[in-house]
């Protein structure tokens, strides 16, 4: 601010200047000093100020708009702590592009430990156990099964809060009064990006708890994913008897890999082959174990890069959606090989990382 108050006073020094040498320069010239191109140059002084003043309000007012709201962040946090640690179940809702699922929850904590049922009540039948970070997901004995699954995640992961609170020159959030969900009453969050280089989220949390009740994932104003809770129960006791699976002893089961970003340098001895020039900012290298791949983070949503190993790929260049996942692939500049980049970022900001894709020299 005090720079900007300096150049109003030098732009204000310069002018009055301006207005001393026209005088001077007519009086010595004997030419004629008239009142009107006197008030000409006078009337520039307030103008220019006030222009001046104008910048540095704006320059201020930008500055707070990278602060963030003391209410809202509250909001972010009791949300953070009710999903994790409040006692509720019911049935959600979940929309991923053309994908529609139907999910029962329970969930409760008990001496520190975390545990959660879900149940697919539509499409494939499968549930998942999970005790604080060990998932087990479970299918029936007969017939076939993925072993890849899409489990909503965004505002569920326990770094999202703490993500968002700490990308305030990547993200706005503000309040935007309240609404009903579920037979509730919610508070309505937004969660803006500044730039178009990533999505943003319309969350709406209930008023009492601070348990997300519903969330629009959304691209410049379209709804790609949603969750929703149609009906659910807050408080309320829960028997141990609802965390047992029917499939348990009779089906079969599988581990859930820790789906989280994990912000962490890598340790692995393997020289990275390839690099990307740009990334979205915000977004950091996070761990991988493979020289031909590459992943990044802001801790709410990730992109994550392969290089063809062979350079002897015959797959064209494509791109493709599944809500807000992207998937893309790209022969790199000035070789044979191929780079596939997939994340939940607009295509634009997947295409732009691809074509930053080289390979490390040594």
């Not at 004997?30 to 009337?43: D, E, G, I, K, R």
């Not at 004995?141 to 569920?156: I, L, N, R, Y």
Request: net charge negative; with cysteine; hydrophobic share 35%.
């Amino acid at each position: 601010m005090d720079r900007v108050v300096n150049n109003i006073m030098d732009r204000s020094c310069c002018l009055m200047l301006q207005f001393s040498a026209a005088l001077s320069i007519a009086l010595l010239a004997n030419m004629p000093v008239t009142a009107q191109s006197l008030s000409n140059t006078a009337q520039s002084l307030p103008n220019t100020a006030q222009s001046l003043s104008n910048t540095a309000q704006g320059l201020a007012h930008s500055t707070q708009n990278h602060q963030p709201d003391a209410e809202a962040s509250y909001w972010l946090e009791k949300m953070n702590y009710a999903l994790h640690q409040a006692s509720y179940q019911g049935t959600f809702i979940y929309m991923r592009g053309k994908r529609f699922d139907t999910v029962k929850v329970v969930h409760y904590v008990n001496d520190g430990t975390e545990f959660e049922r879900m149940v697919n009540l539509t499409g494939e039948e499968r549930e998942i156990i999970r005790i604080n970070e060990q998932a087990d997901c479970y299918h029936p004995a007969d017939g076939e099964f993925k072993q890849v699954h899409d489990v909503p995640m965004g505002p569920f992961t326990h770094n999202f809060s703490k993500s968002i609170s700490e990308n305030q020159s990547s993200y706005r959030i503000s309040l935007h009064g309240k609404d009903r969900i579920a037979g509730r009453s919610a508070i309505r969050l937004s969660i803006s990006p500044r730039n178009s280089d990533r999505y943003g989220y319309r969350l709406w949390l209930d008023e009492e708890s601070g348990l997300l009740l519903k969330s629009d994932l959304v691209n410049q104003g379209r709804v790609l994913e949603l969750f929703q809770f149609s009906s659910v129960e807050i408080g309320q006791p829960i028997e141990e008897s609802q965390f047992h699976s029917a499939l348990q002893d009779v089906g079969r089961s599988h581990s859930l890999a820790r789906t989280e970003p994990q912000m962490t340098a890598s340790t692995s001895k393997m020289k990275p082959k390839w690099r990307a020039t740009w990334v979205p900012p915000g977004f950091k290298q996070v761990q991988t174990q493979f020289a031909n791949r590459l992943s990044f983070t802001d801790g709410v949503a990730t992109v994550s890069i392969f290089v063809d190993r062979s350079g002897e790929s015959t797959m064209v260049n494509m791109q493709t959606s599944l809500g807000a996942t992207v998937v893309l692939t790209r022969q790199i500049e000035s070789s044979a090989q191929q780079v596939t980049v997939v994340g939940e970022v607009p295509l634009d900001t997947a295409k732009r990382v691809a074509e930053s894709i080289e390979p490390v020299i040594y």
